[in-house]
């Protein structure tokens, strides 16, 4: 095997993905595939190496594979415009924020329902228990008016 070539586990090892992982990606088309060997071991290249640590560092920034796939076509025709990378990544900003906001308002549900229980009780008294329980539309009923105590 020449030196510039990898199996997938060292490719896994080098990069810090998992086999399966790699597998997925090159069955998304994320990842072209890799010449064989004889013994019909994937060997995979320099080009693979950056390639995967393009996809890990875009997945690290939450990115979808839709993205990514948008992202390695500009990658991989160098001469076009970036106007359009700006743009996608000015979406997926906002994506992130609107994630921030949705997880604010869910931390501030989960403080309200943790409020509901102040001491220990039975958990048949369990107000958190029985808000979850009569919870409509996803969201714990009564939260705005609790006695901050299991009864």
């Not at 950056?50 to 992202?71: G, K, P, V, Y």
């Not at 970036?82 to 869910?106: M, P, T, Y």
């Not at 958190?128 to 996803?138: C, P, T, V």
Request: proline share 2%.
């Amino acid at each position: 095997m020449d030196s510039g070539t990898l199996k997938i586990g060292e490719l896994a090892k080098r990069t810090g993905s998992a086999v399966e992982t790699i597998r997925y990606y090159e069955r998304e088309g994320l990842l072209t595939a890799p010449s064989r060997s004889e013994g019909n071991y994937r060997l995979y290249g320099a080009r693979h190496v950056e390639r995967l640590q393009f996809i890990r560092h875009c997945r690290s920034l939450d990115m979808t594979l839709d993205e990514i796939r948008s992202l390695l076509s500009f990658h991989d025709s160098p001469e076009e415009s970036c106007s359009a990378v700006n743009g996608l990544l000015d979406k997926h900003i906002q994506h992130v924020a609107d994630r921030i906001r949705e997880l604010q308002a869910l931390q501030k549900q989960l403080h309200a329902l943790r409020g509901l229980c102040e001491h220990t009780q039975a958990a048949k008294d369990c107000e958190i228990l029985q808000s979850l329980a009569n919870a409509e539309g996803g969201k714990p009923v009564n939260l705005g008016t609790h006695s901050g105590n299991c009864h």
